[in-house]
T-cell receptor, first 115, second 116 residues
């Protein structure tokens, strides 16, 4: 299957700092990338959908100015958590979809801890 | 309204036995897809199986099969011959229509524990 990577796999930061998470499709071109957030023992919550070269579409209730998403190329999308606070601590997972097939391929996730 | 419902927060199964994980969905779109993913404790989401709304036959992938009952709007996952490595969270997900951007909506998940 297709491979999606995420970097970093975990990050600890101080409150008020910004954190950037990268999502890359390694062996296919991703027409669309998705960012999810997951709290412990809960389901995945879609935050936003991004298409290469266009603005991301955010789900209701997700702050656009806090969670900046950039989809600069067909293989790279980034999520920047700006001015992070402890309540932003979570597991962030990206997924990517290519031109063929129905599958969405997920990255391994990034665990963010804000102190 | 909940679009994807998994009513079993936790399930136990004996090793080598079969287990069924329930999933019901709600949509008025005639074109949709149903997915099952496995999430072990490491956090990665592993794609297991896919069923399209127009597929005539139930999907199968190795030990995984999807019991698709369209009229009842259910898409239960059947795992045959359970293994200890099957212990994980299992999520059912749906993608609606061609105009929804391809996003997946996930159910609450079922935590499966396989007993030796």
């Amino acid at each position: 299957g297709a491979v999606v990577s995420q970097h970093p796999s975990w990050v600890i930061c101080k409150s008020g700092t910004s954190v950037k998470i990268e999502c890359r499709s390694l062996d296919f071109q991703a027409t669309t990338m998705f960012w999810y957030r997951q709290f412990p023992k809960q389901s995945l919550m879609l935050m936003a959908t991004s298409n290469e070269g266009s603005k991301a579409t955010y789900e209701q209730g997700v702050e656009k100015d806090k969670f900046l998403i950039n989809h600069a190329s067909l293989t790279l999308s980034t999520l920047t958590v700006t001015s992070a606070h402890p309540e932003d601590s979570s597991f962030y997972i990206c997924s990517a979809r290519g031109y063929r097939g129905p599958e969405q391929f997920f990255g391994p996730g990034t665990r963010l801890t804000v102190l | 309204a909940q679009k994807i419902t998994q009513t079993q927060p936790g399930m136990f199964v004996q090793e080598k036995e079969a287990v069924t994980l329930d999933c019901t969905y709600d949509t008025s779109d005639p074109s949709y897809g149903l997915f099952w993913y496995k999430q072990p404790s490491s956090g990665e989401m592993i794609f297991l199986i896919y069923q399209g709304s127009y597929d005539q036959q139930n999907a199968t992938e190795g030990r995984y099969s999807l019991n698709f009952q369209k009229a009842r709007k259910s898409a239960n996952l059947v795992i045959s011959a359970s293994q200890l490595g099957d212990s994980a969270m299992y999520f059912c997900a749906m993608r609606e229509g061609r105009n929804q951007g391809g996003k997946l909506i996930f159910g609450q998940g079922t935590e499966l524990s396989v007993k030796p």
